[in-house]
């Protein structure tokens, strides 16, 4: 088992940074953006490519369903009704962009308290 870097963070070496900001300097990929720059936008949809997540709705309830076995740390617990909230599709309905950036905004100091075990991609089916 690779106790370095992840397998993720190894494909990122095969686009360097620098190419990546002259492709959004020359296409102005960050016209108008206020909160979550090009680059990490595309290591999110990488990451969702990669572990096929079908949408970042898929990604949302997985994350939200590893926080969910972790119901007996306090910090959890106190977001546990919408934790599992997120899990149903009935959340989803109707979610608007405030609805998502409440809920980022509240459940982003938990996803650090997720395994790394659990939280690395399964690469074997690749």
């Known amino acids: 088992m690779n106790e370095g870097r992840t397998v993720f963070a190894q494909l990122l070496d095969f686009l360097p940074k620098y190419e990546f900001d002259k492709c959004v300097v020359r296409y102005h990929g960050d016209f108008r953006v206020r909160k979550l720059p090009t680059y990490e936008q595309f290591l999110v949809l990488a990451f969702a490519q990669l572990t096929w997540r079908e949408s970042l709705r898929d990604e949302a309830k997985a994350i939200a369903g590893l926080l969910e076995e972790k119901a007996s740390i306090p910090m ?6 919408l934790i599992q909230e997120l899990q149903t599709d009935e ?7 405030p609805m998502l950036e409440n ?24």
């Open 103 to 126: 809920v980022r905004k509240r459940i982003r100091a938990l996803v650090k308290l997720i395994e790394k075990q659990k939280a690395k991609t399964d690469f074997h089916r690749l």
């Open 76 to 81: 959890v617990q106190q977001q546990l009704p």
């Open 91 to 97: 959340w989803w309905q109707n979610v608007t962009s």
